[in-house]
């Protein structure tokens, strides 16, 4: 899991051929000075952020009907591919946060400093965390939670999923100015972590068993991400989509650098250095790299030896980019925008789709990286006018409308929640949240 996808949307991490999810939300900490890594503490110390079933409330109401008209009216919409089952209104303020993970779905809002787990089976919560007023960041496997808590106090708690139940407890002691923290699940149920240390950023490995420490190296870079390759290999480096195309960091004439880390020891598998000068960011969980300079985006595809293959380049500007089924889908300019579908072996060009001008197509602040994953080879995405299931191969789609009232932005979805399993969809608007049992199907 990594900081900085454009958010609030998170990127995912992969597990084996285990289902795993990322996830980067509330990122900063207060203070000033450095981290030190004791070993791990009894699992009591991390009891008191646990909020129990029996003291939490779901932010949803089931339904319908709905009291509010226009959680009504979203619903009623919904009916296009599923059977609504929760919802709750507010007023213009994007007061709910929604993120799936494979059965269930976490809510947190913006008066309310616990996470909540919510049961996919009936919404009801299963158990909270109570985050830090510095802030929080967490990862997910199947079966286990990580919470990191950020600030003066800094720790990593492993949690059972079923209850939130602490496995271990790892302190991560002292004071840091604004803290980006990266993570990546492990085989083991364990977690690789990269935060700031004395004499700069470190990665380590805790161990999924007890949470011990079992290796630990300097990071590549200030901020690193860091992306599972496979089992046993782990790419360290490249910054996050917003720092890639600051102009300031564009700029700079270093070139920057990839490594590929061993799980087993953390050594370094091997290295690969940007030939241009300027900034990498890597593109989802992938070995696709863009590197970025003022003039141009070049991609770069690496292979598991670090040999690197150029599959195209683009005129500089902001691209966002996703690579899904073996298609990197990117949103860029031509000049007119499209998105575009091209081979990620390749590079070449399968389809491109225009997108419409007027009215506005995607909502304020929309990240493509964040659109979610369907079966099928089908990719999630919310306009302002409907939820769109794109084909990822053909780059052909399917529209179910959204409803609208005149107000812009009033049914915008800014947040969908799609649950591994399929079983559940959440689409979050401007004004309200509904839960619809069911997905749509292109």
Request: some cysteine; charged content about 15%.
């Amino acid at each position: 899991m990594n900081e900085g996808d454009r958010q609030p949307q998170p990127r995912l991490s992969r597990t084996g051929q285990a289902w795993a999810v990322g996830l980067a939300l509330a990122m900063l900490a207060a203070g000033a000075g450095l981290l030190f890594w004791p070993r791990p503490s009894p699992t009591n110390e991390c009891a008191n952020s646990l909020v129990v079933r029996d003291q939490l409330r779901s932010p949803f109401q089931p339904g319908p009907p709905f009291t509010d008209p226009k959680v009504g009216r979203l619903a009623e919409a919904l009916n296009a591919f599923g059977t609504p089952i929760a919802g709750v209104g507010y007023d213009y303020d994007r007061w709910l946060n929604l993120v799936a993970l494979q059965h269930d779905l976490v809510a947190w809002t913006k008066r309310n400093s616990t996470w909540t787990l919510l049961d996919g089976t009936d919404l009801q919560p299963r158990w909270g965390a109570r985050a830090p007023k510095a802030g929080m960041t967490w990862d997910a496997s199947t079966n286990r939670f990580f919470e990191v808590g950020l600030g003066k106090h800094t720790r990593v708690v492993a949690r059972q999923m079923t209850n939130g139940k602490a496995i271990w407890c790892t302190p991560i002691s002292g004071r840091a100015k604004s803290i980006q923290v990266a993570t990546a699940v492990t085989p083991d149920n364990g977690l690789v972590i990269a935060a700031p240390s004395e004499g700069g950023y470190q990665i380590r490995r805790l161990s999924g068993r007890d949470g011990k420490s079992l290796w630990r190296v300097p990071a590549p870079d200030a901020l690193p991400r860091l992306t599972s390759l496979s089992d046993d290999l782990l790419l360290a480096g490249g910054m996050s989509f917003g720092e890639a195309f600051d102009a300031g960091n564009q700029a700079q004439a270093a070139h920057p650098s990839v490594r590929a880390i061993k799980l087993a020891d953390g050594a370094t598998a091997w290295q690969w250095p940007s030939p241009h000068p300027g900034t990498l960011t890597v593109v989802g969980d992938t070995a696709i790299l863009a590197s970025i300079n003022p003039k141009q985006i070049r991609y770069y595809r690496l292979d598991a030896q670090g040999n690197a293959k150029m599959l195209f380049a683009l005129p500089s500007q902001d691209v966002q980019a996703t690579v899904r089924s073996g298609v990197l889908i990117t949103r860029e300019h031509l000049p007119v925008e499209h998105l575009v579908g091209r081979d990620a072996l390749s590079g070449k060009l399968l389809w491109q789709r225009p997108i419409p001008r007027q009215p506005q197509y995607f909502p304020y602040g929309y990240d493509l990286a964040g659109a979610p994953s369907m079966a099928g080879g089908k990719l999630l995405l919310g306009t302002t006018e409907a939820l769109v299931v794109l084909d990822i191969s053909t780059g052909q789609s399917k529209r179910f409308a959204l409803p609208t009232d005149g107000i812009n932005t009033t049914f915008w979805p800014y947040q969908l929640a799609f649950t591994g399993d399929g079983r559940l969809t959440g689409v979050v608007t401007n004004t309200g949240a509904v839960v619809v049992k069911g997905h749509p199907v292109g």
